[in-house]
């Protein structure tokens, strides 16, 4: 299991596509992901509200947190803080 692992961090390494480290924070890929990869596939409307929603919704809540340690319990307590602050 740990062969195709790194096999697939490989092979997305040579597509172009960054691979998480442990030093790598949500923000980080974010905002990397923005500028480099959104871009070129995306309208420029589209972009700007992507960006827009990114800072001010996404990497406040998500950006310290590391690429490696996403679990559903953050990502659960994301949304409830999300839809808290709104109301």
Known sequence: MQRTTTDGLIASSNRGVPV???????????TYWLE???VH??????HTRYT???????I?????KKLTK???KWSSQLATDSMESRW
């Not at 596939?41 to 589209?46: A, F, P």
């Not at 827009?52 to 996404?58: G, I």
Request: aromatic share 2%; glycine share 8%; charged share 10%.
């Open 20 to 30: 998480p480290s442990a030093q790598g924070s949500q923000a980080a890929y974010l």
């Open 36 to 38: 480099n990869v959104a």
């Open 41 to 46: 596939h995306l309208r420029e409307t589209t």
């Open 52 to 58: 827009t929603c990114v800072h001010r919704c996404l």
């Open 60 to 64: 406040p809540g998500l950006g310290r």
């Open 70 to 72: 996403p679990t559903a």
